[in-house]
């Protein structure tokens, strides 16, 4: 009798002992009379505001690391547009050169860059998780070099490489290796994001046109073509300078599904905080009452330890004396 009292009494001691030191309940059946509808359904929210903040945290970074390559993209451009612009009219062989070397360093560094990923995630495939976005820079300029062959002039040219990042055959078919965009995840309540910003986005392949133009110009096309060579470098400039619109207004897009996703993580954290409340309201103790239990089983059980060692030194002799 008395090793089963002492094994409840320390049992009674190790429950209280968490009640105090967590504020909760260890039997929350127990603590709200077996009524686990309230507890469930906040349970239930939490796990769905889990999730919830799982996928704003996954796309918040991944919008971040995605703005900051457009910033990249667009800044290898500036300097290459600009020495492009100057082409035109009565610029010399050198400045002309100048500027498709300028043009070739950028679609270079616009081609890592979307290429890039972010920890295992490419930033512009698409559904394609993993692996680059589009071909290298050498087998770009190999489809264009075969594609403007026919060209005679340097609107020709222009009009071609054009057609073949327009052309489902052309980059779409043998540059672009991502997939299609990805679709939009919720993110709190009835409401949805998603980045699906892609290498095959229109507004990219115009503003890689005019940076292929000027490439194809460092690579040899229409050599000791000297004014023929000046009008491509012109229109490559411009038509990088009629791209930029489409450039910023990615950039702001993107913005917009970034202040999204915050704002979304911001009232997710909200009511997180709000449902927590409610759920320790639910199953909480109340301290001083858990405490004045501790203290009353804690002195039961050094009762019955004595008890127990007072028990265990009688005997028929000490009694009989």
Same mark, same amino acid.
């Given at each position: 009798?008395?090793?089963?009292?002492?094994?409840?009494?320390?049992?009674?001691?190790?429950?209280?002992?968490?009640?105090?030191?967590?504020?909760?309940?260890?039997?929350?059946?127990?603590?709200?009379?077996?009524?686990?509808?309230?507890?469930?359904?906040?349970?239930?929210?939490?796990?769905?505001?889990?999730?919830?903040?799982?996928?704003?945290?996954?796309?918040?970074?991944?919008?971040?690391?995605?703005?900051?390559?457009?910033?990249?993209?667009?800044?290898?451009?500036?300097?290459?547009?600009?020495?492009?612009?100057?082409?035109?009219?009565?610029?010399?062989?050198?400045?002309?050169?100048?500027?498709?070397?300028?043009?070739?360093?950028?679609?270079?560094?616009?081609?890592?860059?979307?290429?890039?990923?972010?920890?295992?995630?490419?930033?512009?495939?698409?559904?394609?998780?993993?692996?680059?976005?589009?071909?290298?820079?050498?087998?770009?300029?190999?489809?264009?070099?075969?594609?403007?062959?026919?060209?005679?002039?340097?609107?020709?040219?222009?009009?071609?490489?054009?057609?073949?990042?327009?052309?489902?055959?052309?980059?779409?078919?043998?540059?672009?290796?991502?997939?299609?965009?990805?679709?939009?995840?919720?993110? !709190?309540? @009835?409401?949805?994001?998603?980045?699906? #910003?892609? *290498? +095959?986005?229109?507004?990219? =392949?115009?503003?890689?046109? /005019? %940076? !292929?133009? @000027?490439?194809?110009?460092?690579?040899? #096309?229409? *050599? +000791?073509?000297?004014?023929? =060579?000046?009008?491509?470098? /012109? %229109? !490559?400039?411009?038509?990088?300078?009629?791209?930029?619109?489409?450039?910023?207004?990615?950039?702001?897009?993107?913005?917009?599904?970034?202040?999204?996703?915050?704002?979304?993580?911001?009232?997710?954290?909200?009511?997180?905080?709000?449902?927590?409340?409610?759920?320790?309201?639910?199953?909480?103790?109340?301290?001083?009452?858990?405490?004045?239990?501790?203290?009353?089983?804690?002195?039961?059980?050094?009762?019955?330890?004595?008890?127990?060692?007072?028990?265990?030194?009688?005997?028929?002799?000490?009694?009989?004396?």
């Amino acid at each position: 009798m008395l090793a089963n009292t002492t094994s409840t009494a320390k049992s009674a001691i190790t429950r209280l002992q968490q009640e105090v030191t967590t504020g909760v309940s260890s039997d929350t059946v127990r603590h709200l009379s077996g009524n686990l509808g309230q507890i469930n359904a906040v349970d239930s929210s939490l796990a769905q505001l889990s999730a919830f903040k799982t996928a704003t945290n996954e796309l918040g970074s991944l919008a971040t690391a995605t703005q900051s390559a457009l910033g990249t993209i667009t800044a290898f451009g500036e300097g290459a547009r600009s020495a492009l612009l100057i082409s035109v009219g009565t610029a010399s062989v050198a400045q002309v050169d100048s500027g498709a070397l300028a043009a070739r360093t950028a679609l270079e560094g616009v081609i890592s860059t979307l290429n890039s990923s972010f920890g295992e995630r490419s930033l512009f495939a698409g559904t394609r998780l993993s692996g680059p976005a589009m071909v290298d820079f050498a087998t770009m300029m190999a489809s264009l070099e075969t594609a403007v062959a026919p060209a005679t002039s340097a609107a020709d040219a222009a009009a071609l490489v054009a057609n073949w990042f327009d052309d489902p055959a052309g980059y779409a078919g043998t540059g672009y290796l991502g997939g299609p965009a990805v679709d939009a995840v919720p993110v !709190a309540e @009835g409401e949805t994001a998603t980045v699906s #910003l892609t *290498a +095959g986005s229109t507004a990219i =392949r115009d503003y890689m046109k /005019g %940076l !292929a133009m @000027g490439a194809l110009l460092d690579r040899g #096309l229409f *050599a +000791g073509q000297a004014e023929t =060579r000046r009008d491509l470098a /012109g %229109l !490559a400039g411009k038509t990088m300078l009629s791209s930029q619109s489409g450039m910023t207004y990615l950039a702001a897009d993107l913005g917009v599904t970034e202040a999204r996703i915050a704002n979304a993580a911001t009232r997710n954290g909200t009511e997180i905080t709000a449902l927590g409340l409610a759920r320790a309201d639910l199953v909480g103790v109340d301290s001083y009452e858990a405490s004045t239990q501790l203290t009353a089983a804690e002195e039961k059980l050094q009762l019955l330890y004595a008890l127990t060692a007072r028990l265990s030194n009688l005997s028929l002799v000490e009694y009989l004396r």
